[in-house]
Structures are given as structure tokens and as C-alpha cells.
Nanobody, 127 residues
Framework: QVQLVESGGGLVQAGRSLRLSCAAS????????MGWFRQAPGKEREFVAT????????RYADSVKGRFTISRDNTKNTVYLQMNSLKPEDTAVYYC????????????????????WGQGTQVTVSS
């Protein structure tokens, strides 16, 4: 069982930056593929970024590519989402997710491919 706790959300002006963190419980963090998803009001939850467990493979949604960076520190059991050049359309609840079903170098972008979810953190970008 893995517990995930997100932090770092808030209200920010367009063009500014935020860094989200997701702290995971457990002793085998490096075996977990990690992902960030988001859900805007009235919309379905969507994929944002993913990072593999051990070799740093990453994948991004086209809407955030070049602006967001996912990273992880396996010594701190934490995954990060650095969000730069934020836009009002980035406003959403951001969720951290984890799974160890796919091996240490895989990346995954669909909700059903993840087993554990955090409670979410609100990001609001004003214009």
C-alpha cells in the first residue's frame, strides 16, 4: 500500500511558476512509476506527466510539453512537477498517482494504469 500526499498548489498569476510535490509512503519508492494528472471544473481528469521508477524516463501531455517538468528524488520518496509559464487553462486540481505494475523503466499515461492516488492540490492561474 502506498499513500500519496500532494502539496504546493495555490493561486498564481499567468506567466508565473509553481512547483508541486508529492510525498509517498513506503520503502520501495524507486520501484513505482509516478504520474501527475489534473481535473479542471466540469472536465474529465487528464494526464499531465509521468516518470519511470529508476531511470528517469518521462512523458508529457502535449498541452504542457516545454513548460512543465516532472522529476523525482528517490532518497526523499518524492516526485515533483515544476510548472512554468502557467496559463489560466492550467487551472485544475492536480493529482499524484503511483503504480508498480509496469516495471522500473516504464511510463504510463492512462488513469486505469495507476493504482494509488493522492487527494489532490488546487492550482488556480489568474489572467
Amino acid at each position: 500500500q502506498v499513500q500519496l500526499v500532494e502539496s504546493g498548489g495555490g493561486l498564481v498569476q499567468a506567466g508565473r511558476s509553481l512547483r508541486l510535490s508529492c510525498a509517498a509512503s513506503g520503502r520501495t519508492f524507486s520501484s513505482y512509476l509516478m504520474g501527475w494528472f489534473r481535473q479542471a471544473p466540469g472536465k474529465e481528469r487528464e494526464f499531465v506527466a509521468t516518470i519511470s521508477g529508476s531511470n528517469g524516463n518521462t512523458r508529457y501531455a502535449d498541452s504542457v510539453k516545454g513548460r512543465f517538468t516532472i522529476s523525482r528524488d528517490n532518497t526523499k520518496n518524492t516526485v515533483y512537477l515544476q510548472m512554468n509559464s502557467l496559463k489560466p487553462e492550467d487551472t485544475a486540481v492536480y493529482y499524484c498517482a503511483a503504480t508498480n505494475r509496469w516495471g522500473p523503466i516504464a511510463t504510463r499515461s492512462r488513469e486505469f494504469e495507476y493504482d494509488y492516488w493522492g487527494q489532490g492540490t488546487q492550482v488556480t492561474v489568474s489572467s
